[in-house]
């Protein structure tokens, strides 16, 4: 199927850095979300973007959605340990009815 | 409070057995969604509803069956034609206004020894 390109696979951060991440695809998409996901539980939508350029933000937390509508892009200001988890892109190709995942981005903050 | 939840959180079975796994969610949402989830990689689509009494095979599809009889309920079977069935399942929904907008359950390990 479809594959996002998610990067980075993981990242080792100290707590009070940012954190950037972004999904790649060849395909054009017309909605890209964010989810976070904690060992052994399911994964929670942060952010859902709708439109190309559009900026959005939740808390710490923001995401755009590319120009090119290839891409997507979550930054995360001043982490804490709270920040923990597994992060996914998933979007909506252009004409499917279905999302695509990336593969994940596991941040681990050292205090 | 609303939600959805899936049971039980861990379940065991001998090869060869099916299973069920259960997903019920009271958010008044029209579409839901199985995945499946296996060690550091991304979620794989396995059935969705986006109406009672209709279904729609995903990626995985085989060695899996769904039902939708009721609007909060999309129990998932996994098959003894399954040849890999040990992972972690994850049900989601999404209402009818914002579809691409799914909220997960809390996921069943299956393992089969």
């Known amino acids: 199927g479809q594959q996002l390109n998610q990067s980075p696979q993981s990242m080792f951060i100290q707590e009070g850095e940012d954190v950037s991440m972004n999904c790649t695809s060849s395909?054009?998409?017309?909605?890209w979300l964010w989810y976070k996901q904690e060992p052994g539980e399911g994964p929670v939508l942060l952010i859902a973007l709708y439109k190309a350029g559009e900026l959005t933000s939740n808390g710490r937390l923001t995401a755009q959605f590319g120009i090119t509508r290839k891409d997507s892009f979550l930054n995360i200001s001043a982490s804490i340990p709270s920040d923990v988890g597994i992060y996914f892109c998933a979007g909506q190709i252009q004409g499917a009815q279905k999302l695509v995942f990336g593969q994940g981005t596991r941040l681990t903050i050292n205090p | 409070d609303g939600g959805i939840t899936q049971s039980p959180k861990y379940l065991f079975r001998k090869e060869g057995q099916n299973v069920t796994l259960s997903c019920e969610q009271n958010?008044?949402?029209?579409?839901m969604y199985w995945y499946r989830q296996d060690p550091g990689q991304g979620l794989r689509l396995i059935y969705y509803?986006?109406?009672?009494?209709?279904?729609q095979k995903g990626d995985i599809a085989e060695g899996y069956s769904v039902s939708r009889e009721k609007k909060e309920s999309f129990p998932l079977t996994v098959t003894s034609a399954q040849k890999n069935p040990t992972a972690f399942y994850l049900c989601?929904?999404?209402?009818?206004?914002?579809?691409?907008?799914?909220?997960f359950g809390p996921g069943t390990r299956l393992t089969v020894l």
């Open positions: 395909s054009i998409f017309n909605t």
């Open positions: 989601a929904s999404s209402p009818r206004a914002r579809y691409n907008e799914q909220f």
């Open positions: 958010l008044n949402h029209d579409a």
């Open positions: 509803s986006q109406i009672v009494n209709d279904f």
